[in-house]
């Protein structure tokens, strides 16, 4: 998953979950086959293959999850906020807001908050993702620009994004444009493009269309190596794309 090789790991991770339920006997390991297909999913989630199925993975494993604690303690939060990408990605951004809040919530009640930061940045990501498809782009700005100056290096470019986003959906392009160009770490293969296609954004709505068209490009390019083509992010950069060149 590290390199991009989403469709690998996945059939990987499948693999497995059916090698040990073939198995005869008590599984030494009961949590084995659980995170085999959860990883599984996240591969899948990660690819973005659109599948109707992929939401009810999630919830078979947070229900599983939640029978089992003792087992999947440390995992049914990460699940949850992963159940709310989903559904980000199925243009339910209420319920994905709601699904976020509740694990700020659980995470706000647990002992150990400094051990729970990487996660606690991720679903307020995750949140202001969420805001921005419903418009709520002010309260998503909020939370971007509240987080950048605690986040580590590998946070960092999803709140930029996050930030960038909500600057050009308030129409402050000018703003978005100056936050694309600051230096930032390299994407991992999961994020390809996303950065990329708000900076592309923001340029053709400031009539730099050239600019924009280039940079719109070099999005779809990363995307096509790494993610599936129904991927809503390369969808996305393909609707762009058809506005800055119109046949």
Not at 2 to 9: I, M, P, S, V, W
Not at 45 to 57: D, I, K, N, T, V
Not at 63 to 83: F, K, M, S, V
Not at 153 to 178: F, Q
């Amino acid at each position: 998953m590290g390199e991009g090789r989403f469709e690998d790991a996945e059939a990987r991770a499948r693999a497995l979950v059916t090698a040990r339920r073939s198995r005869r006997g008590r599984d030494r390991r009961p949590g084995t086959v659980w995170y085999a297909a959860y990883v599984a999913a996240l591969a899948a989630r990660a690819h973005g293959r659109q599948e109707p199925s992929l939401l009810a993975e999630f919830e078979a494993l947070i229900a599983e999850a939640e029978r089992t604690y003792h087992i999947h303690h440390n995992l049914l939060l990460p699940a949850r906020l992963n159940r709310a990408r989903v559904l980000i990605d199925e243009e339910r951004p209420a319920e994905a807001e709601a699904e976020a809040r509740d694990v700020l919530r659980a995470l706000a009640r647990r002992a150990n908050r400094a051990e729970d930061k990487k996660l606690e940045l991720s679903a307020l990501i995750c949140l202001g993702h969420a805001l921005c498809a419903q418009g709520r782009y002010e309260e998503s700005e909020a939370i971007a620009r509240a987080n950048l100056p605690r986040a580590d290096e590998d946070v960092v470019r999803p709140l930029r994004t996050l930030l960038i986003r909500s600057l050009s959906g308030l129409g402050r392009y000018e703003e978005a444009l100056a936050e694309s160009l600051e230096a930032l770490p390299e994407p991992p293969p999961h994020a390809a493009g996303h950065l990329e296609v708000h900076r592309a954004t923001a340029l053709h709505a400031l009539g730099r269309s050239d600019e924009a068209q280039e940079e719109a490009g070099r999005a779809l390019a990363a995307c096509e190596r790494y993610l599936h083509p129904t991927h809503p992010r390369t969808a996305a950069i393909r609707t762009l794309l058809s506005r800055i060149t119109p046949p």
